[in-house]
């Protein structure tokens, strides 16, 4: 099961109608069937399930970070950098409050730019909660 939706029955793992399993080169992984979900091999790879939901259950953690997040960012200098940020958080907690969900697209952009530590926002203690929050729920995908 996957999202609250069953998996399609896999092919019989031997006999006539089994999957052919490629063979992997050298430090690699064969995948014979595969039904949604990522794969990746080595030190440094990362594997992006893009087959996921486009929304996730939020939880109240992250709405809190987030909020808590949105009150310090008066602490820094007012720029269009900030001001977008605030904005994306603040539409980040709408849509946890109206619906309990939150777009993954949206805690991506977020945690790819506070979590960059290009940007004065990174700095703040409660832009790293938002950063671990959004990880932990989109399950270290990069």
Do not use: F, N
Request: a negative charge.
């Amino acid at each position: 099961m996957r999202d609250g939706r069953s998996a399609p029955a896999l092919p019989p793992a031997d006999g006539p109608e089994a999957p052919a399993v490629p063979t992997s080169a050298a430090g690699g992984i064969s995948i014979g069937v595969m039904t949604g979900g990522a794969a990746a091999a080595g030190a440094d790879a990362r594997a992006l399930d893009a087959s996921t939901q486009p929304a996730l259950d939020a939880p109240p953690e992250l709405r809190a970070a987030l909020g808590t997040l949105r009150q310090h960012l008066p602490l820094l200098t007012a720029t269009d950098e900030t001001s977008e940020i605030d904005a994306r958080l603040a539409d980040a907690e709408e849509e946890i409050d109206d619906t309990g969900r939150v777009r993954r697209d949206r805690l991506q952009w977020l945690r790819d730019r506070l979590d960059l530590g290009a940007t004065a926002v990174a700095g703040l203690a409660s832009a790293t909660a938002v950063v671990q929050q959004i990880t932990q729920l989109l399950g270290g995908q990069g």
